[in-house]
């Protein structure tokens, strides 16, 4: 995102006229429509060097964030841009027209991702590998279907080890990681494991990482040798559709997976005394989703008062039913050479069972911080000149 004092290349935008209603400005546009800005919000917004180091500054101004603060005078300036003085010193703020639209947009039309099921058949978001490793608008596209659609598809990665480390540090991936999860990890059966990634029989839909405190934000795995029998094939389930068919069929249910946190434990030896609480459904302050949090594989056992039992139990129950209908499952056979990137406070995958061979089923997978991925889209989206839209990926499963 551009600053406010600052527009993108080839800004279309004019400012027309700015008047005072109250505590807001309205800014009229060239195009006939108006936008109210909040005085304080806009003297928040403040780009100049003085109020962007306002800490390190030691500034303790009377107006800093009072709600009831006015400005002295309100213009389009020269250059087109919004000039506003503000009291008790007369100091004047700049915001360009784009930018000020950029904002307008991201608070009346936030993102909303689309919400999916098995009809969304062939329909797969989807980029080809070198379009991807092209530019950094191409990534931040990526990105932007991930946020749109929980995951997306990319093809034709080379099927060489360590190459989703690669693909996963255009989006936000440190090799080595800050995290326990470091490095690419290899993906293939192995026998009598105790761990249900390694193993060959079927895993049925959930996200990664339910006892932890915080799960992993993406999850790329990459296809390097696909099952010869044909087996293994992926399993995806939008969790947010899901849980708003819940939330509009089974209201009461949804609510308590939104209200009570369920505990999960690790599963196989490495992470065998792992354990987190989480809300299944995580709200936003609006209601809106912003994570899902759920593993069956991984779930304690229920620790809610005796009378609750029932409607805890009648909850779980809806939740495994719905994400192993086949109706709300996608299917992705993939080849060598297929990645894909999942949300993993979204999407839940899981895979169809598969023989072991010789030369059998061989993925890498790699994890990214959520908090990583919200950056990079910030960082290509301020080098493409794009608006930031900070909301295109939810805050995520927590607590």
């Given at each position: 995102?551009?600053?406010?004092?600052?527009?993108?290349?080839?800004?279309h935008e004019r400012i027309e006229g700015v008047?005072?209603?109250?505590?807001?400005?309205?800014?009229?546009?060239?195009?006939?429509?108006?936008?109210?800005?909040?005085?304080?919000?806009?003297?928040?917004?403040?780009?100049?060097?003085?109020?962007?180091?306002?800490?390190?500054?030691?500034?303790?101004?009377?107006?800093f964030l009072a709600p009831d603060i006015e400005?002295?005078?309100?213009?389009?300036?020269?250059?087109?841009?919004?000039?506003?003085?503000?009291?008790?010193?007369?100091?004047?703020?700049?915001?360009?027209?784009?930018?000020?639209?950029?904002?307008?947009?991201?608070?009346?039309?936030?993102?909303?991702?689309?919400?999916?099921?098995?009809?969304?058949?062939?329909?797969?978001?989807?980029?080809?590998?070198?379009?991807?490793?092209?530019?950094?608008?191409?990534?931040?596209?990526?990105?932007?279907?991930?946020?749109?659609?929980?995951?997306?598809?990319?093809?034709?990665?080379?099927?060489?080890?360590?190459?989703?480390?690669?693909?996963?540090?255009?989006?936000?991936?440190?090799?080595?990681?800050?995290?326990?999860?470091?490095?690419?990890?290899?993906?293939?059966?192995?026998?009598?494991?105790?761990?249900?990634?390694?193993?060959?029989?079927?895993?049925?839909?959930?996200?990664?990482?339910?006892?932890?405190?915080?799960?992993?934000?993406?999850?790329?795995?990459?296809?390097?040798?696909?099952?010869?029998?044909?087996?293994?094939?992926?399993?995806?389930?939008?969790?947010?559709?899901?849980?708003?068919?819940?939330?509009?069929?089974?209201?009461?249910?949804?609510?308590?997976?939104?209200?009570?946190?369920?505990?999960?434990?690790?599963?196989?030896?490495?992470?065998?005394?792992?354990?987190?609480?989480?809300?299944?459904?995580?709200?936003?302050?609006?209601?809106?989703?912003?994570?899902?949090?759920?593993?069956?594989?991984?779930?304690?056992?229920?620790?809610?008062?005796?009378?609750?039992?029932?409607?805890?139990?009648?909850?779980?129950?809806?939740?495994?039913?719905?994400?192993?209908?086949?109706?709300?499952?996608?299917?992705?056979?993939?080849?060598?050479?297929?990645?894909?990137?999942?949300?993993?406070?979204?999407?839940?995958?899981?895979?169809?069972?598969?023989?072991?061979?010789?030369?059998?089923?061989?993925?890498?997978?790699?994890?990214?911080?959520?908090?990583?991925?919200?950056?990079?889209?910030?960082?290509?989206?301020?080098?493409?000149?794009?608006?930031?839209?900070?909301?295109?990926?939810?805050?995520?499963?927590?607590?």
């Amino acid at each position: 995102m551009v600053s406010p004092g600052q527009d993108k290349e080839e800004s279309h935008e004019r400012i027309e006229g700015v008047q005072r209603h109250g505590n807001r400005l309205r800014v009229r546009w060239h195009d006939g429509s108006s936008t109210d800005y909040h005085c304080t919000w806009l003297r928040d917004w403040c780009s100049c060097g003085l109020c962007r180091n306002r800490y390190v500054n030691g500034a303790t101004e009377s107006w800093f964030l009072a709600p009831d603060i006015e400005p002295v005078l309100a213009a389009v300036g020269r250059s087109g841009a919004l000039e506003v003085t503000w009291p008790p010193d007369g100091h004047v703020s700049v915001f360009a027209p784009g930018w000020l639209r950029e904002r307008r947009e991201c608070r009346s039309s936030p993102t909303r991702p689309t919400l999916w099921a098995r009809d969304l058949g062939d329909a797969l978001p989807s980029m080809d590998c070198d379009e991807v490793y092209s530019s950094e608008e191409r990534q931040l596209r990526l990105l932007r279907l991930v946020g749109e659609f929980g995951f997306a598809l990319v093809r034709n990665v080379p099927a060489r080890r360590e190459e989703v480390e690669r693909l996963a540090g255009l989006l936000g991936y440190e090799p080595g990681g800050r995290r326990h999860w470091g490095r690419a990890d290899d993906v293939m059966a192995i026998p009598n494991t105790d761990n249900a990634t390694y193993a060959h029989r079927a895993l049925r839909p959930h996200t990664d990482y339910t006892y932890a405190a915080w799960p992993p934000g993406l999850f790329v795995f990459h296809c390097l040798r696909a099952s010869p029998d044909g087996g293994g094939v992926s399993l995806l389930v939008d969790g947010f559709h899901i849980a708003e068919t819940m939330r509009r069929e089974s209201p009461d249910l949804f609510e308590l997976l939104a209200r009570m946190p369920m505990a999960f434990r690790g599963e196989g030896s490495f992470v065998d005394e792992w354990r987190a609480e989480g809300r299944i459904f995580t709200l936003d302050p609006y209601g809106n989703m912003a994570g899902v949090r759920f593993s069956p594989d991984n779930l304690l056992p229920v620790g809610a008062p005796e009378d609750r039992l029932d409607l805890v139990y009648e909850a779980l129950h809806d939740v495994i039913r719905r994400i192993t209908a086949p109706e709300n499952q996608i299917r992705i056979p993939l080849s060598a050479s297929d990645c894909l990137v999942i949300d993993n406070h979204r999407v839940l995958h899981g895979r169809m069972s598969f023989n072991i061979t010789q030369a059998g089923r061989h993925l890498q997978s790699v994890y990214i911080d959520r908090d990583d991925v919200r950056t990079r889209h910030r960082v290509l989206a301020r080098q493409s000149n794009q608006a930031d839209l900070g909301c295109f990926l939810p805050f995520g499963a927590r607590g």
